[in-house]
Every structure is written in C-alpha cells, then in structure tokens.
C-alpha cells in the first residue's frame, strides 16, 4: 500500500511553496491564503519591541550571559529577527552568542524579501540577511551573521513537523503566526507541549494573542501564564514563564557534554575532520588543541591536491538525501571563505554529475517533485552539460549549483587559519591510548607518557579511532584510492570548466594538472602508487567523457589515500556511546536491561566525542558535521534536526543490534 508523499520523503521534506506576497489596502504586507497581516498597522518594529522583546524581558535578560536561544514561530518577513539583532548589536552588555531559530512553512522568494526590506529601518542588517537568504528546500538552513556571533537557524517547513527536531535550549519564546482562528496548527496544544520540551530553565514567552485557549493550553504544557498590556489597538497580550511542576528528562544523547566544564577540547587527528572541528569549536567560544601525528595537517586522506562537494537528488529525499544537501550548503559557504579569505584553490561555480539512468525528461519530474530549486539542482540535456563544461558529454547531468571544488589540505589549514587563537596545533605527535581519568581524559603515547589531559576529547583520527576506543564494534570499512594527475598539456582533451562525475571524476585544470580518479578498493591497504590503478582511472576517464585516451602510464603521476566509512554511507559524529555493539547480548539478559533501540535512549560516555567516517564526502560533510559535533558538545543549538542527529549518531549502530532479536 502507497505510504502517505510526506512520510516516505522523510518529516520535514515535504516542497516548499513561497509565500504570494500582498498588501492590504492600508499597505501593510498580506497574506491571502490567511487573510490576515504580517504585522499590525502600527509597524512591525513597534510590535517586535514591546510584544516581543519587552514581553521577553530583553535585552535584560541576555546580558552578561556567554548564550542566548530565540525560537520564533513564523518567520514571516524577518522582522522580529531584524530587531532582535540590532537590539542585541545596541546592547554594550550583550550575550556573547545568539542564536535566533525560526520556522517558517512558506518563506518569501529572495525578490519578494528584497521588495518588502527597501526602505527597511536597518537597512545593513536587511543587506546582509538577503545576501544570505537560502535556497527555499525543506531543511535547516544555518545563517550566520557578526563573525558567526549571531546565528538564524531557518527551519523550512510545518511548524508542527519541524518543533519536535529542533535540538536547542531555548531561553525565550516568539510566538507569531497568523491569527489563531485562522491559522489553528500555530497555536495550539500539540505546538504548546513541543515549546515545553524545549524550554531550558527559566524559560519565558511572549505573543501578542490573547486567545483564551492558547492560554489554557500554555499552561498545561507547564508555563506559567499573564497577560500583559497590548499596544497597537490590542488590549491583551499573553506572557508566560516555563515553571514545570517537575523538570522534564532529557535524553542521553542529548546531554553529553558536562555542564559547567572548562570550554577546552583535545582533538585527535588533524584532517579535515579535526581542523573543522576546531574551527566549529571555536564559533562557540572554545578552545581545542589538535594533536596530529605526522608532520603537518592533513598529511593522510584530506591530502589529495583536489576534491569535490556537492548535494544530491533521491526520489526518496531520506535522511541520506537530506543530510548531503544541508551538508552541500555548509560546504559551500565554507569554501567559499577558504577561498575569499584564506587564499585556498578551489571554485563553487558548480558541479555536474552525470546521469546514465533517467532521461531528462523524467530528471525534470523528479527535480518538479522533490520541489527542488534551480539554485540547488538543475537537470540538464547532454548538449547544455557540454555548453557549460566546455567538453563534449555524451549524458545528461545535473548541474549541483552549489556544488564544485577545493584543495582539502587547503581547506583543512583554512579551518585552523579561522579558529585563530582558540586552537592550538601539536604535529608529531602520535596518541597511542585513550585514558580515563577523575574529571576526563588523558591521552598517552606509545611511551606511556602523558600527552595532554582534559575534560572533553573528540576523536577526529579516522579509522584510528576505533582503535583507541577499543573496537567498538561500529560497522567502519576501509576503502583504498588512487587518484591520477597529469600536465593537462599531456592530456588529448580539454578540461572542463566545472567539475564532472559520474563513475570516477575530472577536475578543471589544477595548478597546471589534469585531476582524475579515482579507485575504490576494499580489503586492499597497499599504499603505494599503483600502475594498474592509473589504467582503471584512465578507462573510467574514458567512459566519462566518452573518448579513447592513449596517455602513457609512465607520465602519470598519483597519489593514494583510504576513506574510511561506515556501511550506511553516513559519518559517526556525536557523544560515544557507553555500550559496545558486542556487550548487548550479555546485557539483554538482565532484567533491568535499558530500552536502547533508539539512538536518543543509548547511554554516552562522559565527555568522549568522535568525528569518524567520512568517506569519500569529507569535503562536503566536514564543515556541517563539525558544527553538529561542537553542538553536541557545548549545548548550542544544532545545526540538523533530530533525525539527521540520529542518523549521524555513533549510537545507531547499538540500537540497529538492539533491535534484532538477541540469541536466547
Ligand atoms: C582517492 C580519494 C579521493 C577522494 N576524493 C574526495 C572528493 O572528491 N571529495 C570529498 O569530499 N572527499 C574525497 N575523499 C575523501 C576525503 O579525502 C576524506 O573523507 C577526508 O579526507 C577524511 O578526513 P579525516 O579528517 O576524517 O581523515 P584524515 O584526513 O585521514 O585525518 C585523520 C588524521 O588523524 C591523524 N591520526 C590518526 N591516528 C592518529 C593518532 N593516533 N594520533 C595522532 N594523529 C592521528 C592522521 O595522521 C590524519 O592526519 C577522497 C578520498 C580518497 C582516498
Ligand atoms: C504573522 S506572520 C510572521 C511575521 C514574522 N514573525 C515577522 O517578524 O515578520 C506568520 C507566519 O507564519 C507562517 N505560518 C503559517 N502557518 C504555518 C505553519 N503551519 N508552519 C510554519 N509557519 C507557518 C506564515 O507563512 C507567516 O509567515
């Protein structure tokens, strides 16, 4: 039996349709399909100041505080989150962070955003939010603004299927969707028990409606309610603070990170994963050391002197599907500060990757459906793949607008470059055991001397990680490559303008060579440059571009690395779970067992975190994952929803054994 469109594709991956922008006739923004206003007559800043700021106690309340969560129904034309950025930039006792999270079901094209914030009073807070508008996709997009001390997390999508993702503390509520009586899912009780759950202490609320069942269910849902003094014509407005009658239990995974810690992590490893990691670290205000054990960064996998990013399109739109396009986003905006600011090579003109299944036409249906938009994926016929790579392609492909290229190491020193003075790099450096002490962990060498101690440790050293956790049992392969380069001169074709992939890839022209590769071997550690795999990149070369090329072998020149991956083909980020995949037979027998068929419920590992399996995607997931990881670790809002936490979870693992019968 057909499963309903939206379960199939996932919770929150339903398309996005763009709010159709109107006035009323006294000129205030409008929406038909709710025929009521985005604001009131007197002005949305007004509203924003004594509705919900005032209402919420700010700036008051986020002074001297190092964090401050805002979570907004209704993200409507910005301005509530317009005014609490500038009121935040005016407050010379401001929080050193804040996070503004909003969701928003039908957000308004860039056009229409730009029309409405002309004449905006913050002109340069307008500027730089449209600069960053998002595509319009069903996913969480992350905007940040002030050096990353101001972030919009915009969560596309049905406020009802988005509140029970979001993984935050949240220390004020703005609630302001349309009228209730005509936009009942905004308001009521299922929305009221999510904003309970994700109340932090103290939490408080605020929304100009007065509804009398709103309040009824506010209060069931645990907080304590008032009305306050309208403005604008309203008599009423409702305040309330989050007063529980008992304090609500949080999930295991989502409290690993130690309060009251100090703000200092050890990384282990110094790829891609562990530069990045640093570097999300220290958005948060933390410090890192990385330790790394060759001479410099990124001397292993993310050493190859090129590599691609890009999203991808399923018809399905799962959590894999999902996780690789807000991964593609983050990936971009992080090249494309490695590139501005850090002088790294690389491009994010785009990306092709050719399609040997579907034909066009049914490449458009798909793209139709999904909902996906021109500014994220494009299918395009043969001839237009040629006319913009400038090479003849004999397929169809879609053009990941976002996508395109990068050197990872240069990437990787980009990272550390960012993180500045929060992090510290330690090369030559080899950590041989991983040891508990009374207040964390101490990191050992092969000597049996201390490396360095602290409280928090991430794991970011590939598939090394699994040994110094002891096997855990975690499915994790290793995969050899082998990528070829040669003068692009030597090469009897020209090279295209963006990349292109398919089975196996060509670069642009890199530094004077011609890129391409690459191998995929299992069970296969030898690490030395194969010529029998320069031949195999030659003839998947061939069947991508459709030409015979008679290179010589001997002018190939390459280089070999090993992916490290886990058999989902997602990454293993998060808090390490307390329980090896091999104790849950043993543990099923007792009778006081814990429920651990759910990521969410395993146990972790007091300050132990990993960064692991990235695969052959470490350039696109590693910016994106490195912010989830530091979310974990510090309490900051995350990034990704809470099935993508789930899917990227080490946890996942003990849960799938888990739910398999346990032998008798
Ligand atoms: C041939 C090939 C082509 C690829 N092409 C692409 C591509 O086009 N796009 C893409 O996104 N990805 C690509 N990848 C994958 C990408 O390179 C990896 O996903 C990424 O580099 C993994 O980063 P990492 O930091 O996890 O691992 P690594 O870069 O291997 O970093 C781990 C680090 O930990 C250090 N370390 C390990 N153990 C210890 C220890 N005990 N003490 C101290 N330090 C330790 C290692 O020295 C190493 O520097 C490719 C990979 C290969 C092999
Ligand atoms: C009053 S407007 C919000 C104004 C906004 N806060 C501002 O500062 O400009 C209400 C918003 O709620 C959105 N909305 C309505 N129903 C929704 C739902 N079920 N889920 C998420 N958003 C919804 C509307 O699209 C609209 O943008």
Same mark, same amino acid.
């Given at each position: 039996m057909a499963r309903p469109a939206q379960r199939q594709r996932g919770v929150n991956s339903a398309p996005i349709e763009p709010a159709k922008l109107a006035f009323n006739t006294e000129g205030v923004p409008f929406s038909s399909r709710y025929g009521d206003v985005y604001h009131p007559r007197a002005g949305a800043l007004a509203q924003a100041r004594h509705v919900f700021l005032a209402g919420n106690g700010l700036p008051e309340r986020w002074q001297r505080r190092d964090r401050f969560v805002v979570l907004e129904t209704g993200f409507g034309l910005g301005n509530n989150f317009l005014a609490t950025w500038q009121a935040w930039r005016g407050d010379l006792q401001r929080c050193g962070r804040l996070s503004f999270i909003s969701i928003e079901q039908q957000p308004l094209r860039h056009d229409d955003l730009a029309r409405l914030h002309a004449a905006s009073p913050h002109p340069e807070l307008a500027d730089a939010l449209l600069r960053a508008w998002p595509p319009l996709t069903p996913d969480l997009h992350r905007l940040g603004f002030d050096d990353g001390r101001v972030e919009l997390l915009l969560a596309f999508g049905d406020v009802q299927a988005w509140l029970p993702e979001i993984v935050a503390?949240?220390?004020?509520?703005?609630?302001?969707?349309?009228?209730?009586?005509?936009?009942?899912?905004?308001?009521?009780?299922?929305?009221?028990?999510?904003?309970?759950?994700? !109340?932090?202490?103290?939490? %408080?609320? !605020?929304?100009?409606?007065?509804?009398?069942?709103?309040?009824?269910?506010?209060?069931?849902?645990? +907080?304590?309610?008032?009305?306050?003094? $309208?403005?604008?014509?309203?008599?009423?407005?409702?305040?309330?603070? +989050? #007063?529980?009658?008992?304090?609500?239990?949080?999930?295991?995974?989502?409290?690993?990170?130690?309060?009251?810690?100090?703000? @200092? !992590?050890?990384?282990?490893?110094?790829?891609?994963?562990?530069?990045?990691?640093?570097?999300?670290?220290?958005?948060?205000?933390? =410090?890192?050391?990385?330790?790394? =054990?060759?001479? *410099?960064?990124?001397?292993?996998?993310?050493?190859?002197?090129?590599?691609?990013?890009?999203?991808?399109?399923?018809?399905?739109?799962?959590? @894999? #599907?999902?996780?690789?396009?807000?991964?593609?986003?983050?990936?971009?905006?992080?090249? *494309?500060? !490695?590139?501005?600011?850090?002088?790294?090579?690389?491009?994010?003109?785009?990306?092709?990757?050719?399609?040997?299944?579907?034909?066009?036409?049914?490449?458009?249906?798909?793209?139709?459906?999904?909902?996906?938009?021109?500014?994220?994926?494009?299918?395009?016929?043969?001839? #237009?793949?040629?006319?913009?790579?400038?090479?003849?392609?004999?397929?169809?492909?879609?053009?990941?607008?976002?996508?395109?290229?990068?050197?990872?190491? $240069?990437?990787?020193?980009?990272?550390?470059?960012?993180? $500045?003075?929060?992090?510290?790099?330690?090369?030559?450096?080899?950590?041989?055991?991983?040891?508990? %002490?009374?207040?964390?962990?101490?990191?050992?060498?092969?000597?049996? #001397?201390?490396?360095a101690e602290a409280p928090t440790v991430v794991l970011a050293n590939a598939g090394a990680a699994l040994r110094l956790l002891g096997e855990p049992g975690w499915p994790v392969e290793r995969i050899r490559g082998q990528l070829s380069m040669l003068p692009a001169t030597a090469l009897p074709m020209h090279l295209p303008r963006v990349p292109v992939a398919g089975a196996g890839y060509l670069l642009p022209e890199v530094g004077g060579l011609a890129i391409f590769g690459a191998t995929a071997q299992r069970g296969d550690a030898d690490p030395t440059v194969r010529d029998a795999d320069h031949l195999a990149n030659l003839r998947q070369l061939e069947q991508l571009t459709g030409r015979t090329i008679a290179a010589p072998v001997v002018v190939l020149a390459g280089r070999t690395g090993f992916r490290w991956s886990s058999i989902d083909r997602l990454p293993v980020i998060g808090a390490v779970p307390a329980i090896r995949v091999d104790e849950l037979a043993t543990l099923a027998l007792s009778p006081h067992a814990p429920r651990l068929d759910h990521p969410r419920l395993v146990p972790r590992t007091p300050g132990l975190f990993v960064f692991s399996a990235l695969g052959s995607r470490g350039i696109t997931w590693s910016a994106l994952g490195a912010r989830a990881l530091a979310c974990s670790i510090t309490g900051a809002p995350a990034p990704l929803g809470a099935d993508l936490l789930d899917a990227i979870d080490p946890a996942r693992f003990v849960s799938r054994q888990a739910r398999r019968p346990q032998p008798a």
């Open positions: 503390a949240v220390d004020a509520f703005y609630l302001d969707g349309f009228a209730p009586a005509a936009n009942p899912r905004m308001w009521d009780a299922r929305v009221c028990k999510a904003l309970s759950r994700l !109340a932090a202490p103290d939490a %408080t609320l !605020a929304t100009w409606s007065a509804a009398h069942a709103l309040r009824r269910d506010l209060a069931t849902a645990g +907080f304590a309610v008032r009305l306050g003094q $309208g403005s604008g014509g309203k008599r009423d407005i409702t305040l309330a603070r +989050f #007063a529980p009658p008992f304090t609500p239990r949080r999930a295991p995974a989502r409290i690993a990170g130690r309060n009251g810690v100090e703000p @200092h !992590a050890l990384i282990v490893g110094g790829g891609l994963a562990g530069c990045a990691a640093a570097w999300a670290l220290a958005e948060q205000g933390w =410090r890192s050391t990385v330790i790394e =054990r060759q001479p *410099q960064i990124a001397g292993e996998a993310s050493g190859n002197p090129a590599g691609l990013f890009h999203a991808i399109v399923n018809a399905q739109d799962g959590v @894999h #599907a999902r996780f690789n396009r807000a991964a593609a986003f983050a990936a971009r905006e992080a090249v *494309q500060m !490695a590139i501005g600011a850090h002088g790294v090579a690389g491009d994010v003109g785009g990306l092709l990757r050719l399609e040997t299944t579907l034909d066009l036409p049914a490449m458009q249906a798909l793209l139709a459906r999904l909902g996906t938009p021109p500014d994220v994926a494009q299918a395009l016929s043969a001839e #237009a793949a040629s006319a913009l790579s400038g090479i003849a392609l004999a397929h169809p492909a879609w053009l990941f607008t976002g996508g395109g290229w990068v050197d990872p190491a $240069g990437l990787a020193r980009a990272f550390l470059e960012r993180a $500045g003075t929060n992090a510290e790099l330690r090369t030559g450096v080899d950590v041989n055991q991983l040891l508990p %002490t009374a207040d964390g962990w101490r990191l050992v060498d092969v000597g049996g #001397a201390t490396i």
